[in-house]
């Protein structure tokens, strides 16, 4: 009987040097996939290689030597060795096993809980091992099992829906104002590497066009290229600001640069239009004080958080949610699971009392001579019947034993008292 057995390593146990040490780069996941189907007692075998995780899959003959045979493929192939791999490995059996891969899929264990790229990085190793033919019945029920407890997740909990980036923060605070963004234009002042994070994240919320400032005029024509947008010389701001829905600064100027008198001119000419300021500086490029102005939002790095974690809580209430979904889903593939395993034993030995009843009748026919045709078929009806009687017992017995660790005992003892050949 085969078993399922897990082993890996992730962002909790493992620091990022050792997790690029352990990863299977794509030019060499096929290779790893057959590399490790090969190994002795490994039946079926999966992949899972990320930035924050590598973790193995398989089914095995034994559980403690097929464990052992991975950590020994997994140190090999990644240079680290015995004793500090075996310090920083989780190793999951049977229905921990399950449960783990159906979290994983469902991005309850990613490190931004929630995060949706997890399940799109799940099919893709699944896939690589359909395509390096590593993965059988076993694997194949267990993956397509927790791409659809994903879903289901994602579509009951709804845990993708609160933003945890900073970047969404700044969409749904502009949302706020807004409601839609598609006829809005940002202005971004400064092109650094946070701004362009958050302005990625308007560009992907639809907004209508996106233009930038900066100190240097040739940074500003780079960052606005990578969107598609216009560049403005840093000299014209206050131009810039009067066309801009949405203001985006993120400079690393020690002093103010957009102050309350400047917002109120601007908004002047915008003939009293709304504006939102996002202002992620550190120290402020944004006078705070221009939220005084009617029809003027400012917020500022606190507001973000603010929001990031009153959305984090949020799907951290989700997330209780999609436990007791992976709960039941974990007790129903489990008893899938048993049940398959079960079946073969169950119907040869229901197969063997009935050869054995039929065995009897045939005795006794011949020992009491030919009978009419009528008294033969009454005769077969009443084996048959005795013969499902003695079996539904047994078979009820079978059928129990699968939630407990007496399941291989029980089907083992009842093949051997009715002397039916074991089935793999």
């Given amino acids: ?44 075998a999966a992949i899972l290689s990320t930035c ?33 791999l075996r310090d920083i490995l989780y190793r999951h059996h049977g229905d921990f096993a399950i449960r783990h891969v159906f979290r994983v899929a469902s991005s309850l264990d990613s490190m931004i809980l929630g995060e949706p790229q997890i399940l799109g990085q799940v099919k893709s190793c699944y ?30 909990t709804g845990i993708g829906e609160y933003p945890v980036s900073a970047g969404s923060a700044a969409v749904e605070l502009a949302r706020k104002v807004y409601g839609d963004l598609g006829r809005k234009r940002v202005l971004i002042v400064g092109a650094g590497e946070m701004g362009e994070v958050v302005a990625q994240h308007l560009a992907d919320s639809g907004v209508g066009a996106i233009e930038v400032t900066n100190r240097s005029y040739a940074a500003a024509q780079e960052l606005a290229g990578r969107f598609h947008g ?21 400079t690393g100027a020690a002093d103010i640069l957009v102050g309350r008198e400047l917002v109120r001119e601007v908004w002047r000419d915008r003939k009293n239009e709304p504006m939102v300021f996002i202002d992620i500086a550190v120290p402020r490029n944004v006078d705070p004080a221009v939220s005084e102005i ?24 989700a997330a ?29 030995i229901q197969g063997r009392i009935e050869e054995i009843c039929r065995a ?37 017995e079978l059928r129990d034993s699968q939630n407990s660790p007496e399941e291989h005992a029980s089907a083992a003892l009842l093949m051997r008292l009715f002397q039916a050949k074991d089935a793999k």
């Fill in 320 to 348: 209780a949610a999609a436990e007791k979904i992976i709960d039941h889903e974990v007790r129903n593939f489990s008893n899938r699971l048993r049940a398959t395993r079960s079946a073969p034993a169950a119907m040869q």
């Fill in 294 to 317: 009617d029809g003027v939002f400012c917020y500022d790095v606190d507001d973000l958080s603010s929001v990031v974690e009153a959305n984090l809580a949020e799907r951290v209430k």
């Fill in 1 to 44: 009987m085969e078993h399922l057995v897990l082993i890996g390593l992730n962002h909790r146990t493992a620091p990022l040097d050792v997790r690029q040490k352990a990863a299977f780069g794509a030019e060499r996941l096929a290779g790893a996939l057959r590399a490790l189907r090969a190994c002795e007692g490994v039946a079926e």
């Fill in 52 to 84: 924050n995780r590598v973790e193995l899959v398989a089914t095995v003959e034994e559980p403690s030597a097929g464990v052992a045979a991975m950590e020994g493929f997994l140190a090999e192939g990644s240079g680290i060795g015995r004793g500090e």
């Fill in 230 to 250: 216009t560049a403005h010389p840093f000299e014209r701001l206050r131009d810039a600001l009067a066309r801009a829905d949405i203001v985006l600064t993120s």
């Fill in 360 to 396: 009897e009748l045939e005795r006794c026919l011949r020992r009491i001579g030919p009978q009419d045709a009528k008294a033969v078929e009454e005769m077969e009806a009443m084996a048959a019947r005795i013969a499902a009687k003695i079996a539904h017992p047994l078979l009820m």
């Fill in 127 to 156: 896939g690589a091992a359909v395509e390096a033919q590593t993965v059988g019945s076993r694997l194949n029920g267990l993956f397509q099992a927790a791409f659809r407890v994903a879903k289901r997740v994602r579509t009951e």
